[in-house]
């Protein structure tokens, strides 16, 4: 039965399925001809003796029927792959598009995402080519056949009626079975898929925590589950497949038997027994091709279900509505409440939990509002409700009278500018970057750069704004990816301006001097801005003081304060004490203004500094690939390196393990397959032809037992030697994920910097699974077809040196001639199909990873080209693949049956006439026929042997390169040891992050004692997350940092990160429970440690509050989560894994001060008695570290207590004048 979906792409692209049904005919009639004619020809050179020359029309006319076949074969298989090809494009732009319109909350894990839409639309690609025409072959075919057969034997007809029915009796009994089997196998499928993404997204969270060896385990684990679930589902399809063949098989040996019982007995002629028993295999051949396929068919149909249950998501954006030319005025939240996950009724039911409830509030053009509130208290999901990336639960947003959800989409997304807290920068140049497909000139561009502080360090880029960026803004420190992102804002000029934490990770005098080009961008604007900080609430004239998802206070900032409310707590939290009304009026703007402005002359200051990140300089030519932040990107000039044949033999031999030995078995029933068929045929051929000659019975008793003895073979050969061949295969490819895993661990996350991570998961998950072939298709196949040819050799020796000729012509033509033909065809088409695929996965990572940035800016057009784009590319690389394969098979098809006729013509002039020699005639044709089974392998092995040489090559190039970090330690030096507090020494060290870029450290030396607590202070850029990065041994370095007394190198990487218990600026959160992402830093805590872990974040109150508690499953990235409470886990895992060092940078970003002091105090008393190095932008409460670095350009420019460096009055002076704490 076909799957609805595949039904309705039928329907759809139906002249296609007509063409299909017309060449099948076709086809059909030209084998039927071909056996017609040939019978005619055997008929009369032995029965009749006639001689060649008496027999050149019926030649011709069997000719004719074979160029019939081979035309009308060739047409069915390019209709075959274009109504595929078709289909897939389809349901592709309803997957793309029904994504882009679920936005950013699909609730579904990114891998599972990118795996429906690359592998499991190859799936439905292969059912929509192979299995439904096979469906459509199999009952075409058949019947035209048996009323061929029926005609020339009735009694044949009985034996077809009963075996039949029989094979879809057994495909439908076992395919019940196996629609479970391939389910669960999907899921064991994109589970890998969506795990690797996720250790590779989180790749330094597992690294920090020690947990990325631990991966090799899991990763294991994971890859032998799905190896095993794969062997279960195809243990049962070959089952299926058995069960088929060993009903044609049988058949076929009764047909024989029973036609030559007929002719021995003078019940039928030579010609309609000869022409049935040719027809008969063919009568078979669909559904056998049927069983074969069915493996497909199931994972085809589980890949349909998967992406009817995606489109089946509910999607609350509504498509149509209305536009207006009138300049907006208002924006007004009626009774706005938003639950997540609940639609219609369910709202209604007192177990709902709104993150806002019942929200009343006006935006109003040419005033600011601002959203203030704690941690999770509904700030960024009321943004998402304006930028309708959401629609309300209940009530309503009226703009300018007119509902939200009424207006045109397109038309409300240019009317907002939108930066979120955690903006999305993508693979490619900064300039695409800040443009984000935007045509503007350079001077608009750079007069953005300058509104957002980010042209100095842009500026000290070699590459100025043509500097490539990693995947995520990766090669940028926190506060440059949030001046891009603001200046992308800049270039999109729009009425209403939301801004969800604008000046995070920015130090105080950027964020100083960004809110003079702020306050020019917000002008004449319906502003709404979400915050923490005291300086940005200065900018809005109405605060809306949220708790608990409700508006509890709202008013300008002096009301509020004076209020004595909720807002005036957050206030006195921030600054340490209450306010009056002379501070709060010399908090206003342009006082900030005038002091920065003095301090920054007094102290020399003159903005941002030198970049400190490691920036790609240059691109390197290799395949060009379209990127989403632009035009061009290009991969690694390591993909040039040239890599041995011989080189990834080794390596994929290697990885058989312990299934090793089974290639000699799969090679011996290969070979035994092969030789069953060419026994069964010919035994069957000489039957018949035997029989016709009427001899005693007995004389025919040793070929009835041989053909029921290699029809029975056959079957059970073929059934043994696809299970040991896919076991062993499946083993391989368990190893090489081990393998690739193992050699890519230590090169991460340098490797992001050039490879995105969805390249790299194209390399594990596709790139690995295409090395099966090289096991199935390359290997085994060859081995056979040569053993074979040799027996062949020997047997046509027996007749006519000729035929030796012959055989060996057609092994050269068959074997190597259209092989390489195909192969020659294809190579260029495979390797770029290769890299095609790798730039989908990739696009489709990032676009999933940056999805609320591209619907934001209205960029899904643009997008949406690209990806058609690649998705062109790689179907047009395999169109090219699949004619130059076709265009093999059906030479081949021709070869095989042209050699059969000659096989016959040569033979004829040695028969002479005789019936006794005559009788090899047709042996010989057929057994010349049934040889090409071996043979016909081959056509593709040397294009999978191309493939898999291509996707070896992939995954050495990146096995192979040099960690930016080698371990210099082996096992036995290792120290099993608790490590204790120490101190940390940078004596004269220097580091660069490559070659090209300029030295972000030169000469440093710096000593800390061990129990000592230190602040690094200083503008965005100036080294300070740096200075982690070398400690945590993502880079090396040159000179000595020392841990005690320990260089950090002796050290394994284990051994020091153990040192540590760090947190940085991009927590990342896995695709798994609350409880899993904390205890990430300690899987054997006891619950009492996770729970007092839990209060010292103080997330007691939100875990409490989500549905399943600690159980509850985060979304990829931490995608539902917001900033404060991403960063509240970071800190419950900092608790639980108390090592006796901390490198904490920026810790409390994002939350607000209530949340922020309770845990700065915490922070204060886990330091104790630890080594501290604590990177802030916020500069209240480091009265009590011991010392303060001010950090710039690299060098430390004041370094004291807290109380000196005031004193003092320089740099951190200054810059503690700019700061004030956040609410």
């Not at 060649?52 to 390019?78: K, S, Y």
């Not at 795996?115 to 299995?131: F, K, N, P, Q």
């Not at 029933?669 to 000659?693: D, E």
């Not at 949406?864 to 690389?877: E, G, I, M």
Request: charged share 20%.
């Amino acid at each position: 039965m076909i799957v609805k979906t595949a039904r309705e792409e039928l329907i759809r692209f139906k002249g296609k399925v007509i063409g299909l049904g017309v060449f099948s005919l076709l086809g059909t009639l030209g084998i039927v001809g071909q056996a017609w004619f040939f019978a005619v020809l055997i008929e009369k050179t032995f029965f009749e003796g006639l001689p060649l020359d008496a027999v050149w029309p019926t030649v011709a006319w069997l000719m004719g029927a074979i160029l019939l076949r081979m035309a009308a074969t060739f047409c069915q298989e390019q209709t075959a792959g274009s109504l595929a090809e078709l289909a897939k494009q389809d349901l592709r732009h309803k997957i793309w598009h029904h994504l882009l319109r679920l936005g950013p909350f699909t609730g579904e894990r990114h891998g599972d995402v990118v795996h429906l839409m690359t592998d499991g639309l190859e799936s439905v690609e292969a059912y929509i080519a192979r299995y439904v025409p096979q469906m459509l072959y199999a009952m075409m075919i058949p019947l035209i056949m048996g009323i061929a057969i029926i005609d020339a034997a009735p009694w044949v007809a009985v034996i077809l009626l009963i075996t039949f029915p029989l094979i879809p009796f057994f495909m439908i009994l076992i395919g019940k079975k196996a629609e479970a089997m391939n389910k669960e196998q999907w899921e064991r499928m994109s589970f890998l898929s969506g795990h690797f993404l996720d250790v590779l997204q989180g790749i330094v969270t597992l690294k920090l925590f020690g947990r990325s060896e631990e991966q090799v385990d899991v990763i294991a684990r994971l890859s032998a589950e799905f190896r095993d679930s794969t062997l279960r589902v195809l243990r049962v399809a070959f089952l299926s497949a058995l069960v088929l063949e060993l009903v044609s098989t049988i058949s076929t040996a009764l047909i024989a038997v029973y036609m030559g019982m007929a002719l021995l007995y003078g019940h039928e002629t030579f010609l309609s027994a000869f022409f049935v028993l040719l027809l008969a295999p063919e009568f078979y051949a669909p559904l056998r091709q049927l069983g074969a396929a069915f493996h497909t068919g199931m994972a085809g149909q589980v890949s349909l279900a998967k992406i009817d249950a995606f489109l089946a998501l509910p999607i609350e954006e509504p498509e149509a509505g209305s536009v207006t030319s009138a300049e907006l005025n208002t924006i007004e939240f009626k009774s706005v409440s938003y639950a997540y996950g609940v639609h219609g009724e369910a709202a209604n039911t007192a177990e709902t939990r709104y993150a806002v409830k019942n929200v009343d509030f006006t935006l109003r053009r040419g005033k600011i509002a601002m959203l203030v509130g704690g941690s999770g208290a509904g700030k960024s999901t009321l943004a998402h409700l304006l930028l309708r990336l959401m629609q309300p639960t209940k009530g309503r947003i009226l703009v300018d009278g007119v509902n939200i959800l009424d207006m045109n989409d397109d038309f409300w997304r240019d009317q907002v500018t939108f930066v979120p807290q955690q903006p999305h920068l993508f693979r490619g140049t900064l300039r695409e970057n800040i443009t984000f497909g935007r045509p503007v000139s350079d001077e608009v561009l750079w007069a953005a750069v300058r509104d957002a502080e980010a042209e100095a360090f842009v500026n000290s880029l070699s590459d100025g704004l043509d500097t490539m960026i990693g995947e995520g803004g990766l090669g940028l420190s926190g506060g440059q990816r949030q001046r891009i992102a603001i200046a992308r804002a800049f270039i999109k000029q729009s009425p209403v301006l939301v801004l969800d934490e604008v000046t995070a990770h920015l130090d105080v005098a950027t964020e100083q001097s960004l809110a003079t080009a702020l306050e020019r961008l917000m002008a004449n604007k319906i502003v709404l801005l979400i915050g923490h900080r005291l300086q940005t609430m200065h900018w809005a004239d109405t605060l809306l003081v949220l708790e608990d998802g409700q508006v509890v206070e709202q008013g300008s900032f002096e009301e509020l304060v004076a209020a004595k409310g909720y807002f005036s707590e957050l206030v006195k939290a921030g600054t340490g004490s209450d306010l009056t009304a002379d501070t709060v009026k010399a908090m206003d703007l342009k006082a900030f203004n005038d002091v920065s402005s003095a301090d920054a002359v007094e102290t020399g200051e003159t903005g941002d500094s030198d970049i400190d990140t490691p920036v790609t300089k240059a691109v390197h030519p290799a395949i060009a690939t379209h990127t989403i932040a632009g035009t061009t990107m290009t991969q690694s000039d390591k993909d040039n390196q040239n890599i041995s044949a011989w080189d990834s033999l080794r390596r994929l031999f290697a990885v058989l393990g312990p299934a090793r030995n089974s290639l000699w078995l799969s090679l011996l029933f290969s070979f035994l397959t092969v030789f069953m068929n060419v026994g069964l045929l010919t035994t069957s051929t000489w039957l018949i032809t035997s029989a016709a000659l009427r001899p005693e019975l007995a004389a025919l008793s040793i070929s009835i037992v041989g053909v029921r003895f290699f029809g029975i073979s056959r079957a059970v050969c073929r059934y043994v030697e696809r299970y040991v061949s896919h076991h062993m295969a499946f083993q391989g490819l368990y190893g090489l994920r081990v393998w690739f895993y193992k050699k890519l661990e230590p090169l991460m996350p340098a490797a992001l910097h050039r490879l995105g991570s969805g390249d790299i998961l194209g390399r594990i998950m596709a790139d690995i699974e295409t090395l099966q072939f090289f096991y199935l298709r390359v290997i085994i196949p060859p081995a056979g077809a040569v053993l074979l040819t040799l027996i062949g050799f020997y047997f046509m020796a027996q007749f006519s040196q000729s035929l030796v000729w012959l055989l060996a012509i057609v092994f050269i033509l068959g074997a190597v001639v259209i092989p390489f033909v195909v192969y020659r065809h294809n190579v260029s088409a495979t390797d770029a199909a290769l890299a095609y695929r790798s730039n989908i996965k990739d696009t489709v990572v990032e676009s999933l990873a940056g999805i609320m940035d591209i619907i934001t800016y209205k960029q899904e057009p643009r997008v949406t080209n690209l990806v058609d784009r690649q998705f062109s590319d790689l179907t047009a690389a395999q169109h090219v693949v699949h004619r130059g394969t076709n265009l093999g098979d059906t030479l081949f098809l021709g070869l095989t049956h042209f050699t059969m006729v000659l096989g016959a013509l040569i033979m004829i002039p040695i028969a002479d006439g005789s019936q006794s020699e005559g009788i090899f005639i047709a042996v010989v044709a057929i057994a010349l026929q049934s040889y090409f089974e071996a043979l016909g392998p081959l056509t593709i092995a040397w294009y999978h042997g191309r493939e898999s040489l291509a996707a070896m090559k992939r995954l050495v190039q990146l096995a192979e390169q040099t960690p930016a970090v080698t371990e210099s330690v082996t096992a036995d030096d290792v120290s099993e040891a608790e490590p204790q507090a120490v101190g940390i020494q940078f004596d004269k060290v220097s580091f660069g992050y490559d070659g090209d870029a300029p030295y972000v450290y030169q000469n440093l030396s710096l000593t800390i004692k061990s129990g000592e607590k230190v602040a690094i202070v200083g503008p965005s850029g100036s080294g300070k997350t740096t200075l982690l990065t070398m400690l945590e041994r993502f880079y090396d370095y040159e000179g000595q940092i020392y841990l005690g007394d320990r260089e950090l190198r002796t050290l394994s990487l284990a051994e020091a990160r153990n040192y540590y218990g760090a947190l940085t600026q991009d927590t990342y959160l896995f695709h798994a429970s609350v409880e899993d992402n904390i205890r990430l830093a300690k899987p054997k805590a006891t619950s009492e440690e996770l729970n007092r872990a839990i209060e010292f974040a103080a997330l007691t109150n939100w875990v409490q509050s989500l549905p399943q508690g600690l159980k509850t499953i985060i979304g990829s990235g931490g995608s539902g989560v917001s900033g404060g409470q991403r960063q509240r886990i970071a800190l419950a895992r900092l608790w639980l894994r108390n090592s006796p060092i901390l490198l904490l940078d920026e810790p409390l970003e994002g939350l607000d001060q209530l949340v922020r002091q309770d845990l700065q105090n915490s922070l204060y008393t886990l330091m104790k008695g630890k080594t501290v190095i604590y990177i802030t932008h916020h500069l209240g409460g480091l009265e009590q570290m011991d010392r303060i670095l001010f950090l710039e350009d690299g060098h430390v420019v004041e370094d004291g207590a807290y109380d000196s460096l005031m004193a003092k009055r320089g740099a951190f002076y200054a810059y503690r004048k700019l700061s004030m704490e956040t609410v």
